[in-house]
């Protein structure tokens, strides 16, 4: 099995495909959103599940699971008042309060790791809940 990275901190791998399916989401726009997920046994992080083009912000948040932490990207693409098209990438750290604690400690002490591993990533947002990583939200920290 490759692996790409060491998180020094944690111990954790970052798995290949993690930046490579980063990579094609940024420059090849082949999805939309990536989630991530961390395998405690391995101490790997990998990819959990990856949406397409045609996915939308609403697929992404039915895809976080309410009961385990997980890393989600999102390429949140937009017009500016201008009328010039952007996108925006986010980082999205899921840790709902129905997950374990030895869960929350791992995602929370892995994020800096992973983060370093995805280059390019303009915004980054924890969340507990949906309330807090709304749709709303994030159209307005990309304008």
């Known amino acids: ?11 954790m791998w970052v798995a290949d495909e993690c930046k490579d ?7 090849k726009k082949v999805h939309r959103y ?4 961390i395998d405690e046994k391995s101490r790997l992080v990998t990819v959990d599940k990856v949406g397409g083009p045609g996915e939308g912000y609403d697929d992404l948040a039915a895809s976080l699971p309410g009961d385990d932490c997980r890393y989600a990207v999102f390429d949140f693409d937009f017009v500016t008042a201008d009328n010039c ?5 986010f980082f ?18 892995s994020k800096a ?6 280059e390019g990533i303009h915004y980054e947002l924890q969340a507990t809940d949906p309330t807090e990583m709304g749709f709303d939200l994030i159209r307005d920290r990309a304008k």
Request: hydrophobic content about 50%; overall charge positive.
């Open 34 to 37: 990536i989630v991530f997920k």
């Open 1 to 11: 099995m490759a692996m790409a990275f060491k998180m020094a901190t944690t111990g």
């Open 113 to 118: 790791g992973l983060r370093r591993v995805l």
């Open 21 to 27: 399916s980063f990579h094609e989401m940024k420059w």
């Open 92 to 109: 999205i750290a899921w840790s709902p309060t129905a997950s374990r604690i030895r869960a929350k400690i791992l995602y929370a002490t």
């Open 85 to 89: 098209r952007k996108s925006k990438i």
